[in-house]
């Protein structure tokens, strides 16, 4: 469970770019990860059951995630 902030960390060799999907599949948040470990922060999120998304730039997926927001 989250409270609104969540945090990726792991080893990239360049940025990635993070996604993050509601229930229905819509994107309420995208940023980019340039260090190994960053927190993200997504206070106006309700509570619910999402989906956090990393890629490369070129698109190649290197890590999914499920993440429960409780408030």
């Known amino acids: 469970p989250g409270n ?3 945090s990726i960390a792991g ?3 360049e ?6 999907f509601d229930g229905s599949g819509r994107a309420i948040f995208r940023g980019k990860l340039n260090h ?4 993200f922060d997504l206070p ?3 509570a ?3 989906w ?3 890629s490369s730039e070129e698109g190649v997926v290197v890590g999914r995630q ?3 927001l409780v408030k």
Do not use: P, R
């Not at 940025?15 to 993050?20: A, I």
């Not at 190994?36 to 927190?39: E, K, L, P, Y």
């Open 4 to 6: 609104g902030q969540f």
């Open 11 to 13: 080893q990239f060799n």
């Open 15 to 20: 940025e990635v770019d993070v996604v993050v």
């Open 36 to 39: 190994s470990n960053q927190v």
């Open 44 to 46: 106006s999120a309700q």
């Open 48 to 50: 619910g059951l999402y």
């Open 52 to 54: 956090i998304l990393v």
């Open 66 to 68: 499920k993440w429960l």
